[in-house]
């Protein structure tokens, strides 16, 4: 029996982008609605001006503009995603009135700043932690050949031949005022940035005094893989050290790393796949004795089934449940996905 109606549940996440111009720095937040389920006849699903009409009210609540291409396009997918899952349903003989589709759908909503109260929001004054403050300032002497400025917190002179305090970025500060600046801001409050030096060995620093919040430290360590600041290789290493000093457990650090790997371009400028360094990580990762969380899993089965290499991704999942991790909804509905493109 052919299927006669359609109950299409829609899974809907928003990422809003905040854009931090002076900076030229993306920070992220994102909002995970419960999901929706619609009823409605079958010839809908086949009827793209219909379909979009029927799901029209939903985006509309959402502030979305469904007067766009990129609505039209929604719609396009959802209609011939359903009608390939209802044939595809029909010949493995899976024959019923109602056909359940899922469909997760993620939106992306960018806004600009260029105004200097941007760096006061929750993204900029989250403290830093008391073993990362000690690990990322330098003590250092101001010297008379240097450039002497004042100290941009207090305002007052560094004076030749004092003790200070250098961030990672090489800006110089009073001791005390950086200390107590990098209690209610993990940010140089000069530069706010990544600082370009020829040793690597800022890096875990910086990424470690970013920890509070994993979005900016996932936002930093794609800004030092895209500049060719470092390789991946190096960053790992970098961090791996720093975990053993610091004597941190969580294996967050080299999970983010992942992340920022499959989520930039595929291809680095030496021709490397971005995704192949992503699992020598995870790779690393388990030589360590460290077991990649179920995140960490589904990241790498999405970068590969958005490569095609269905195999690939297959056998991530395969390890997911021998490692006693349950694959969720969503992993097999991007495996299913990569079948059926």
Known sequence: MAYALVELTIEFRLWHLYHDCLADIYYSADRLFHPQIFFFDLNILKNESRLAQA???FFSNLQLNTETDNYRRLIHDLSQDGLRMSQWAFNQGFHGIVLPLISQIEACVVEHNSDDWFYSDEYAMIPATESSINLMLNKVRVEAEAEVEDCCICLEELKVGSDAAQMPCAHVFHADCIEKWLYTSHYCPICSLLPTLDSTGWIPKSVVSRLPSPKP???LLKQTISRDIASVSVIFDELA????RLGISTALLFDLLIRACCEMKRVDEGGKKRLEEASETFEKMKEMGLVPGAVTYRILIHGYCNEGDLEKAL?????MIE???SPTVTTYNML???LFS
């Open 241 to 244: 050290l720093a975990r053993e």
């Open 55 to 57: 799901l029209r009210p």
């Open 217 to 219: 430290t996932l936002q």
């Open 323 to 325: 490692q006693g991790i």
């Open 315 to 319: 056998g991530y999942r395969d390890e």
């Open 336 to 338: 299913i996905h990569a």
